[in-house]
T-cell receptor, first 115, second 115 residues
Framework: EPEVTQTPSHQVTQMGQEVILRCVPI?????FYWYRQILGQKVEFLVS????????KSEIFDDQFSVERPDGSNFTLKIRSTKLEDSAMYFC?????????????FGPGTRLLVL | AQTVTQSQPEMSVQEAETVTLSCTYD???????LFWYKQPPSRQMILVIR??????QNATENRFSVNFQKAAKSFSLKISDSQLGDAAMYFC????????????FGQGTTLQVKP
């Protein structure tokens, strides 16, 4: 069964450093998403991406964040200058369509720890 | 703003018994979708069941069923014949018939299954 994969599974970084979280969505999917989950809290939407541009972003997704689909398979989330409060689990998801809420398939997550 | 509320931080159930997890939502949209996702200790979120708001019939997937009360904006998940593998965090989520695919999640309910 096809699945969404994410690398790395864990990332430890120093405050102020740049991090890139990588995702490989399901191959025939066209819509891509990033969510985050601060420990013990709810899962929060960050951004949705379609046709090489952002469809929607949340208030959390400020200028420090960017997303990119550098090739036909990867989807990345970059945090330019990490803050302590960026420590969280980051989930990538993909779906075949954004309309009518086609099922989103989630990756296993990347746990980011900012020191 | 759309919100999803899960008022039960933790629930427990005896193996083979039935448990119901509660969820309420607050939306002004007329066309929306509701989901239950399971997040086991491995952290990967898995779709359990989905409900289209325009459908009156409650969705069912094997041992999992929902009680969708549209007027009350309530969407509870019933797990029958609970199994040890059902132990996980369960998230209720809402999506909309737009082309961005954003999901809004509740706070989650941790389900413990006792042998």
């Amino acid at each position: 069964e096809p699945e969404v994969t994410q690398t790395p599974s864990h990332q430890v970084t120093q405050m102020g450093q740049e991090v890139i979280l990588r995702c490989v969505p399901i191959s025939n999917h066209l819509y891509f998403y990033w969510y985050r989950q601060i420990l013990g809290q709810k899962v929060e939407f960050l951004v949705s991406f379609y046709n090489n541009e952002i469809s929607e972003k949340s208030e959390i997704f400020d200028d420090q964040f960017s997303v990119e689909r550098p090739d036909g398979s990867n989807f990345t989330l970059k945090i330019r200058s990490t803050k302590l409060e960026d420590s969280a689990m980051y989930f990538c998801a993909s779906s075949s369509s954004g309309r009518y809420q086609e099922t989103q398939y989630f990756g296993p997550g990347t746990r980011l720890l900012v020191l | 703003a759309q919100t999803v509320t899960q008022s039960q931080p933790e629930m427990s159930v005896q193996e083979a018994e039935t448990v119901t997890l509660s969820c309420t939502y607050d939306t002004s949209e007329s066309d929306y979708y509701l989901f239950w996702y399971k997040q086991p200790p491995s952290r990967q979120m898995i779709l359990v069941i989905r409900q289209e708001a325009y459908k009156q019939q409650n969705a069912t997937e094997n041992r999992f069923s929902v009680n969708f009360q549209k007027a009350a904006k309530s969407f509870s998940l019933k797990i029958s014949d609970s199994q040890l593998g059902d132990a996980a965090m369960y998230f209720c989520a809402e999506g909309f018939s737009s082309n961005t695919g954003k999901l809004i999640f509740g706070q989650g309910t941790t389900l413990q299954v006792k042998p």
